[in-house]
């Protein structure tokens, strides 16, 4: 690989797709990345724009010395710019969209490119989304825009068809491991990662620098376990444990954190359930899954993941999490309820 695809995790074909066809002149305007949460779609858009910003590319290299490469990987490069949702908004709005079509109408500033990198394409407001299309439709040709979506089927069809689509799957476990131990991560630990990140490279990454994450995770594991060992009477208190009365944003933060905790753990009693217990993630809770996967047919199990992913979209949609979370509590199987 390239030096400047050699630290990326994975997805070499990806990784293919976007720097050498960029060095050439055969690259795309507009490129969309999709793949699921954690692959790293966000940091190979940004690799990317590194690459295509650098001011002595040779050979399929950026040179990482230059003071374009310098600026970018300060993540202060003056022609690389993120539109991403604010803090306080759930969309990407019209205002960010106008942002996109000013950067395209000027000069670039240090390089002979500039990059617009959209995070959670699928983000974009109705009316954003069409005024970008604008600006794809008739692009600049020192402008390259790279959109990120977890899925690519969520973004506006014609913004997606304007786009080079280059997706991301999830990474094999030695990989991870392999990334994880060049980090200096322990080999014992790294297997450990590797195997709950469930291809997730990214997630693997963020668990071995901050220990908080897999406490967070235990967390959310632990709740869902004392929601399926009690009665569904009961369980509406337990919806507590997510719950941030002073802070709405952090309550749903934790939501979302928790449902996608759950929908893997429930992926998992499935395929234990089917007799493929190597490719269960949760290797930490095997005991669990065979438990759930004994109690429950294939259609309950199917069933807990669809209800799952409903809460999901009740939160995505702007439902309130509480009435969100308390539903699903009663909707979830009892197992050994007393």
Same mark, same amino acid.
């Given at each position: 690989?390239?030096?400047?695809?050699?630290?990326?995790?994975?997805?070499?074909?990806?990784?293919?797709?976007?720097?050498?066809?960029?060095?050439?002149?055969?690259?795309?305007?507009?490129?969309?990345?999709?793949?699921?949460?954690?692959?790293?779609?966000?940091?190979?858009?940004?690799?990317?724009?590194?690459?295509?910003?650098?001011?002595?590319?040779?050979?399929?290299?950026?040179?990482?010395?230059?003071?374009?490469?310098?600026?970018?990987?300060?993540?202060?490069?003056?022609?690389?710019? @993120? !539109?991403? %949702?604010?803090?306080?908004? &759930?969309?990407?709005?019209? #205002?960010? /969209?106008?942002?996109? +079509?000013?950067? =395209?109408?000027?000069?670039?500033?240090?390089?002979?490119?500039?990059?617009?990198?959209?995070?959670?394409?699928?983000?974009?407001?109705?009316?954003?989304?069409?005024?970008?299309?604008?600006?794809?439709?008739?692009?600049?040709?020192?402008?390259?825009?790279?959109?990120?979506?977890?899925?690519?089927?969520?973004?506006?069809?014609?913004?997606?068809?304007?786009?080079?689509?280059?997706?991301?799957?999830?990474?094999?476990?030695? @990989? !991870?491991? %392999?990334?994880?131990?060049? &980090?200096?991560?322990?080999? #014992?630990? /790294?297997?450990?990662? +590797?195997?709950? =990140?469930?291809?997730?490279?990214?997630?693997?990454?963020?668990?071995?620098?901050?220990?908080?994450?897999?406490?967070?995770?235990?967390?959310?594991?632990?709740?869902?376990?004392?929601?399926?060992?009690?009665?569904?009477?009961?369980?509406?208190p337990l919806a507590d444990r997510l719950e941030d009365p002073r802070?709405?944003?952090?309550?749903?933060?934790?939501?979302?954190?928790?449902?996608?905790?759950?929908?893997?753990?429930?992926?998992?009693?499935?395929?234990?359930?089917?007799?493929?217990?190597?490719?269960?993630?949760?290797?930490?809770?095997?005991?669990?899954?065979?438990?759930?996967?004994?109690?429950?047919?294939?259609?309950?199990?199917?069933?807990?993941?669809?209800?799952?992913?409903?809460?999901?979209?009740?939160?995505?949609?702007?439902?309130?999490?509480?009435?969100?979370?308390?539903?699903?509590?009663?909707?979830?199987?009892?197992?050994?309820?007393?």
């Amino acid at each position: 690989m390239t030096q400047w695809s050699s630290p990326f995790i994975g997805n070499d074909a990806a990784v293919r797709l976007l720097g050498p066809a960029e060095l050439v002149g055969a690259g795309a305007h507009a490129y969309l990345l999709t793949g699921p949460e954690h692959v790293g779609k966000r940091t190979l858009a940004l690799r990317f724009a590194a690459f295509a910003t650098c001011l002595v590319p040779d050979g399929g290299r950026s040179c990482g010395s230059c003071r374009s490469c310098a600026a970018s990987a300060r993540g202060a490069h003056p022609d690389i710019h @993120v !539109i991403e %949702r604010r803090d306080d908004r &759930r969309t990407i709005v019209v #205002e960010q /969209a106008q942002e996109v +079509a000013r950067i =395209s109408a000027i000069k670039p500033y240090q390089s002979d490119r500039k990059v617009v990198v959209i995070v959670d394409a699928e983000a974009l407001e109705a009316r954003a989304a069409n005024l970008l299309l604008k600006t794809i439709e008739e692009p600049s040709d020192d402008t390259r825009i790279v959109l990120t979506s977890g899925d690519g089927d969520l973004v506006l069809p014609t913004i997606r068809s304007r786009c080079r689509e280059v997706t991301l799957g999830k990474v094999g476990t030695r @990989v !991870i491991i %392999r990334a994880l131990e060049a &980090r200096g991560v322990p080999a #014992e630990h /790294a297997s450990v990662l +590797a195997q709950l =990140s469930n291809g997730r490279p990214g997630w693997a990454i963020n668990a071995a620098a901050d220990p908080s994450v897999l406490e967070v995770r235990g967390v959310h594991l632990d709740l869902l376990s004392s929601v399926l060992k009690t009665r569904r009477y009961a369980r509406l208190p337990l919806a507590d444990r997510l719950e941030d009365p002073r802070n709405l944003a952090r309550t749903r933060e934790a939501m979302a954190s928790a449902l996608a905790t759950w929908t893997g753990w429930w992926r998992d009693v499935l395929v234990v359930r089917a007799g493929c217990e190597e490719l269960a993630s949760c290797v930490d809770r095997m005991d669990e899954l065979r438990d759930a996967a004994t109690k429950l047919e294939v259609a309950g199990i199917a069933g807990a993941i669809r209800r799952t992913g409903l809460a999901t979209s009740h939160l995505d949609d702007n439902v309130n999490p509480r009435l969100a979370l308390e539903g699903l509590f009663l909707d979830l199987p009892e197992l050994g309820a007393a």
